[in-house]
């Protein structure tokens, strides 16, 4: 821990009247995480410029941890002070950042007025060390300002039940076209998939029949698969860890096994094939899959919303708690949907559409091979394998890192993600090696080669980013992060400004993107059909990246606006 020097009264009081004025002052001691900041009341130097405790970034209040003694950064201040540093769970970004954005989300109202409280408190509290006021006006203060006083006031906001106000996806409108837009897209780039010629001019494709979209042997094998992961996900193998804190302050627990569900899976497939199962079946009722998953996720939709109208106001989604069914319906109105210890939202997320899409592929490979008589698979298909089986199987092995997720930690479960998960994730992620088997593809070994280091490179990104991000997120103090910059926030958190997180605002998404590039390659130039996962791919984090932003500029304020300044770029250096 720093050593930190006694303050000078002159600069204490400088610095509780500026409290509120000059934005997060935070001491970092190097060596120490961000989550024991503010665990005591500490002294410590302000300086602009180069301090001798630390690297001193006077633009933006970077934490530069290489430094000896840590540092604080204050734009332009130069005074020796005395800070009284916040507890983490103390989100006070009102203390330097004025009114918060909103107000209106049920899990923050709380603690927005719990900020509203704490400034004038710590600066009371700064003040009578120092002995400031005569020993009667103490009393009084304290009586005023006591914990209990604020316990009430908190407990009071609390009860008062809010609203999902900031609605998105274009609201109720949106929303309720989205739930028959997005079975319509996927059914259209099937059918179209399906043509010889899958041109966009060709619009639109010959329509089957209702009655022979239907197939009940195909939903029964939709559902063995559904429940076989069901089973797996129970199956008492691997870790069990906690979630992030829920608004009320609970932690819920979950299983991480989907990598022994993958080989679980890879093990079953394989005694399938071993007896010589035919996997094709995929292939030939392709879209009798995918009309099953799309009602079974309807009904699991529906089974959602109306067991989320029971559920205590704590248990709903921040984002889907309107009150407008539609609304509500479309963007998951309970945020944990949980029967016992199955967690319905986090076994859909990661298990049948993910595990679903790889096997999908390999169908599609083996279709390639029986309907072109090869006895290998053409290059073109091998590469779209590969790159997607090592994206699923890291999503799997990392599958920890999807408990802070915006899924998991802000999104409810209702259609969008039912959809998403078992629909959309298989069926249209597979579209590249769907489409391979009806328009083989050759490609020459260079060409190969070159997609293959292009996908690397996306990988890389991709794989590094995140971990950076959630290894800081685990352990700021972590001695391999040492050579990073952050920026310190009041919530106790810091944010990045170096390694991967200050080249970009979203490097992980720049990562994503370029894979996505690198699966629809092998697909040649023909149609612009396969390319159709990389432009959606990159419309979606586009509006990801936005609905992010907004809540951390939310979360952190005038914190993540010097990151903004700091990292100017979103998604894609010098573009955008
Ligand atoms: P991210 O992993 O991008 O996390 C965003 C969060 O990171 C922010 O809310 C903030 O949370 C934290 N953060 C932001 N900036 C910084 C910083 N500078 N320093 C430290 N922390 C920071 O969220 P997503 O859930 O959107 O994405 C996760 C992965 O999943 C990505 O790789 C993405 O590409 C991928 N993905 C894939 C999809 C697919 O269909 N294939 C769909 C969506 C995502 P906090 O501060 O609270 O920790």
Redesign the pocket.
């Known amino acids: 821990m720093a050593l930190i020097p006694r303050p000078r009264l002159c600069g204490l009081i400088y610095v509780c009247i500026s409290l509120s004025e000059l934005g997060p002052l935070t001491v970092v001691d190097p060596g120490s995480s961000t989550q024991e900041f503010g665990e005591e009341c500490r002294l410590a130097t302000v300086e602009g410029g180069e301090g001798d405790g630390g690297v001193v970034d006077g633009d933006a209040g970077v934490v530069d941890r290489d430094g000896d003694a840590g540092m604080v950064a204050a734009a332009g201040a130069r005074v020796t002070n005395l800070l009284p540093l916040r507890k983490p769970s103390e989100n006070n970004t009102s203390t330097y950042n004025g009114e918060p954005d909103s107000t209106e989300r049920n899990d923050t109202s709380h603690i927005i007025s719990e900020q509203k409280l704490k400034p004038d408190l710590e600066t009371e509290r700064v003040l009578e060390q120092y002995s400031l006021r005569p020993r009667k006006e103490e009393k009084k203060k304290e009586e005023i300002y006591s914990e209990k006083k604020i316990f009430e006031t908190i407990k009071a906001v609390e009860k008062v039940p809010s609203k999902t106000k900031d609605l998105e996806f274009g609201g109720r409108i949106g929303t309720f076209m989205l739930i028959f837009f997005l079975p319509a897209t996927v059914f259209y780039l099937l059918l179209m998939c399906k043509q010889d010629d899958p041109s966009f001019m060709n619009f639109p494709p010959p329509l089957p029949a209702l009655e022979s979209l239907w197939e009940t042997r195909v939903f029964g094998v939709f559902l063995l698969w559904f429940f076989l992961q069901a089973l797996f996900y129970l199956l008492p193998v691997g870790k069990v860890v906690e979630g992030l804190p829920l608004p009320d302050g609970r932690k819920l627990q979950y299983r991480i096994n989907g990598f022994y569900a993958f080989l679980l899976t890879a093990a079953a497939i394989g005694t399938l094939l071993f007896f010589q199962c035919e996997l094709h079946y995929v292939y030939d009722h392709f879209m009798h899959f995918a009309v099953s998953a799309a009602a079974f996720s309807m009904v699991l939709s529906i089974y959602l919303y109306i067991r989320s109208l029971k559920a205590p106001e704590e248990d709903l989604a921040p984002g889907g708690n309107s009150g407008y069914l539609v609304y509500d319906f479309f963007t998951g109105h309970e945020l944990n949907p949980r029967i016992g210890s199955f967690d319905l939202k986090y076994f859909c997320e990661l298990r049948p559409g993910l595990i679903g899409w790889v096997v999908i592929n390999l169908a599609m490979l083996l279709a390639e091979m029986k309907i072109n008589n090869q006895s290998t698979p053409s290059l073109s298909m091998v590469l779209v394998n590969s790159f997607q089986l090592l994206?699923v199987v890291d999503a799997l092995w990392n599958e920890e890192?999807i408990l802070?997720?915006?899924?998991i930690t802000h999104d409810g479960f209702g259609f969008m993600l039912a959809f998403g998960d078992l629909v959309w994730?298989p069926f249209v992620?597979s579209l590249q090696a769907y489409y391979l088997v009806g328009h083989p593809t050759p490609i020459s070994w260079p060409v190969a080669a070159a997609i293959t280091i292009l996908n690397c490179v996306g990988y890389y990104i991709?794989r590094s980013?995140?971990s950076q991000?959630n290894n800081?997120?685990r352990n700021p103090a972590d001695p391999k992060l040492a050579f990073l910059k952050?920026i310190p926030t009041a919530t106790g958190?810091?944010?990045?400004?170096t390694g991967w997180?200050?080249f970009v605002?979203?490097p992980?998404?720049l990562?994503?993107i370029i894979m996505a590039l690198a699966w629809s390659l092998p697909c040649g130039f023909t149609h612009i059909l396969p390319y159709f996962y990389v432009i959606y791919?990159i419309c979606?984090?586009v509006h990801?990246e936005a609905r992010?932003e907004h809540?951390?500029k939310q979360?952190?304020g005038l914190a993540w606006e010097r990151?903004c300044q700091r990292?100017p770029y979103r998604i894609f250096p010098y573009i955008y």
């Open positions: 994206y890192a802070t997720t915006m899924d994730v992620y991709f980013a995140n991000k800081f997120r952050f958190k810091g944010l990045l400004v997180w200050g605002r979203h992980n998404y990562g994503d791919f979606l984090l990801r992010d809540h951390c979360k952190y990151y990292v």
